[in-house]
Nanobody
């Protein structure tokens, strides 16, 4: 299983960006997929997740609730993170993760930089 993350870049505060996480390889059953981020000097934190086996329910960290949206296009085997109203504190490397039969699989990370 491989996860390919893309879509990062440099934006100004208030702007939007959409990240993509495409999965390839043999997928038996994806339980959940999620987005994490790691800012410089900080620990990796959960941004939000989507329950693939649970009706595509989503949950978000308080810091991004109302601004970020996770979605999944199963036909394209891709999960998205739509980020609106970006703030400088959203600057981080963003990672996607898939949980498949109890095992975590990580994408390579994509850098998002938000300037003030």
């Amino acid at each position: 299983v491989q996860l390919q993350t893309s879509g990062g870049g440099l934006v100004q505060a208030g702007e939007s960006l959409r990240l993509s996480c495409a999965n390839s390889g043999t997928i038996f059953k994806i339980n959940t997929m999620g987005w994490y981020r790691q800012a410089p000097g900080k620990q990796r934190e959960l941004v939000g997740f989507i329950s693939i086996s649970g009706g595509y329910l989503t949950n978000y960290a308080d810091s991004v609730k109302g601004r970020f949206t996770i979605s999944r296009d199963s036909a394209k085997n891709t999960m998205y993170l739509q980020m609106n109203s970006l703030k400088p504190e959203d600057t981080a490397v963003y990672y996607c993760k898939a949980v498949i039969m109890g095992t975590d699989y990580w994408g390579q990370g994509t850098l998002v930089t938000v300037s003030s």
